[in-house]
C-alpha cells in the first residue's frame, strides 16, 4: 500500500503502526459516517447533545476509513493525532478544523473527567454541516463511489 510520507514518518515515531487491510472496512467505516450523518439530521433539534455525539462519532468514522486506507491504526498518539492527520487529508479548512479539534477535546474531557456541559443547536448544526460536507471528500478520497 502507497501511503503518502507524513504517515511514514508518523510510522517511523511509533505514533501509527501498520496494519493488514480488512476487507471492505473502508467503505463500511464511510457507511458508518453517513449512517450516523443520518441519524443526527433525524434527531430532534432540541437533543443538541445527542446531535453533536452522533456528528462527531460520524466523523471518526471518516477518520478510521482513512487510517484503514493507508492501512494503519493509532498507536501511542490516539485519536487526537489521527483525527488531525486525516482532517488535513481531507482538506478541512482551518475554521472548521478548529471546532473539530474543540468538539474532540470536549468530548474527551467530559468522557473521561466530567458530565458533559450543554451543547448548543448551533454547535450540534455546526458539526452536522461539517459532517456532511466532508463525507463525500473522504469517499473520494478512498475511491469508493459515494452513493
Known amino acids: 500500500m502507497s501511503r503518502p510520507p507524513e ?4 510510522i517511523k515515531t511509533k ?3 501498520t496494519v493488514a487491510p480488512t476487507p ?6 464511510l457507511q458508518n459516517a453517513s449512517d450516523y450523518l443520518a441519524t443526527a439530521k433525524a434527531a430532534n433539534p432540541q437533543q443538541s447533545l445527542q446531535v453533536f455525539t452522533l456528528a462527531y462519532e460520524g466523523y471518526f468514522q471518516l ?3 482513512v487510517l484503514e486506507l493507508y492501512e494503519v491504526r493509532t498507536k501511542e498518539a490516539g485519536r ?3 483525527i488531525q492527520r ?4 481531507l482538506k478541512v479548512d482551518t475554521p472548521e478544523f478548529v471546532l473539530i479539534t474543540k468538539a474532540h477535546a ?3 474531557s467530559t468522557s473521561y473527567q466530567s458530565p458533559f456541559p450543554p451543547v448548543s443547536k448551533a454547535e ?4 452536522v454541516s461539517i459532517l456532511e460536507k466532508y463525507i463525500p471528500v473522504a469517499y473520494k478520497l478512498a475511491n469508493v463511489p459515494y452513493p
Do not use: I, P
Open 7 to 10: 504517515y511514514e514518518n508518523l
Open 15 to 17: 505514533a501509527l503502526e
Open 24 to 29: 471492505g472496512a473502508v467503505a463500511r467505516y
Open 63 to 65: 477518520v478510521q476509513a
Open 80 to 82: 487526537n493525532l489521527a
Open 86 to 89: 486525516v482532517s488535513m487529508d
Open 106 to 108: 470536549r468530548r474527551n
Open 124 to 127: 450540534a448544526a455546526t458539526l
